[in-house]
């Protein structure tokens, strides 16, 4: 770390970026992600490549500092010639019919599935291209599915056997964060309530069995579940409420919006739900855990 220290003191753009990437994850030192991004910011300045990138994605998004999002854009053009997906993010971004701060201006109507739980479904949220791309991005990065443990950590279970891959908050690039924003839109929420959004994979044989998203051991709690359908060739594999006749097999681009907790902040016994087992091909979801209050950092 002393080198690290040496060599970003004197504004050397890898010396800066290891930085950056130490003080965001901690470990060798307290996790600090404003800290991280000036860092991120510097290194960028001093012309790095992969912190130019990183510097984008948290403007664009305003995660641990200010959100810009029209010099995110206008970063991203220039980016082009440094990370091929900059032109592809822009070319998904233009067909979203966002505001200047990247707000979608038309949502689309949700049809209302169920009272209790409070279900409702949102047919065409994603476009095909959109589900594409985040397929692409999840392609080669899954790994085994963790549970939160209400300790503020997270570990295997064989409640949950399927594989997923975390966008977290480095990565979450300008068409994530403004597929998040949509997200915040149709659930009333703000963006920053998420947590980040995971890519979920099941193939034959995977599930995750009944449980509450609703986690007692958390102060800010995930108050709604939002999933992706990025996909429908496949049998089984239906979100299915356990206490009520409710089964949701969505069609690639729907969004399935759910609330785990009752008016007056505790779960709902009716939000109880699983992923139930393929059984032949493979399911993908995006999904997005929307807490009480901020969380992202
Ligand atoms: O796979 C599903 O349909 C449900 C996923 C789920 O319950 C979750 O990720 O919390
Ligand atoms: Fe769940």
Same mark, same amino acid.
């Given at each position: 770390m002393f080198l690290v220290r040496q060599l970003a003191a004197h504004g050397h753009p890898d010396g800066l970026f290891v930085l950056g990437r130490h003080l965001w994850s901690g %470990?060798?030192?307290?996790?600090d992600p404003v800290a991280a991004r000036e860092q991120f910011d510097r290194a960028a300045r001093a012309g790095h490549g992969p912190a130019r990138i990183l510097s984008t994605n948290l403007l664009a998004s305003g995660i641990a500092g200010p959100r810009n999002w029209l010099t995110a854009l206008s970063r991203m053009s220039d980016e082009r010639a440094i990370d091929p997906r900059r032109k592809l993010q822009i070319e998904l971004l233009s067909r979203?019919?966002?505001?200047?701060? %990247?707000? $979608?201006?038309r949502l689309r109507k949700p049809e209302r599935?169920?009272?209790? $739980?409070d279900a409702q479904l949102f047919p065409g949220f994603a476009t095909a291209a959109e589900c594409a791309y985040l397929l692409e991005l999840g392609s080669r990065n899954y790994r085994p599915a963790e549970i939160n443990d209400g300790r503020g950590g997270t570990r295997l279970d064989p409640i949950r056997n399927s594989d997923e891959f975390t966008i977290h908050w480095l990565i979450e690039d300008p068409v994530v964060h403004a597929i998040n924003r949509r997200i915040a839109a149709v659930a009333a929420s703000?963006?920053?309530? %998420?947590e980040a959004m995971q890519l979920l994979r099941y193939r034959p044989g995977q599930r995750y069995r009944a449980h509450y998203d609703y986690n007692p051991g958390l102060d800010n709690q995930r108050e709604l579940t939002a999933l992706i359908y990025l996909n429908h060739d496949y049998k089984g594999g239906e979100t299915s409420f356990i206490k009520t006749a409710l089964k949701v097999k969505g069609r690639k681009g729907d969004l399935l919006l759910f609330r785990n907790t009752l008016s007056d902040g505790s779960v709902d016994p009716m939000s109880e739900h699983e992923g139930s087992s393929i059984i032949s091909g493979t399911k993908y979801l995006a999904s997005r855990w929307i807490r009480e209050r901020r969380f992202a950092p």
């Open positions: %470990g060798l030192v307290t996790s979203m019919t966002l505001n200047s701060a %990247g707000q $979608p201006e599935l169920s009272d209790l $739980p703000e963006a920053d309530r %998420g």
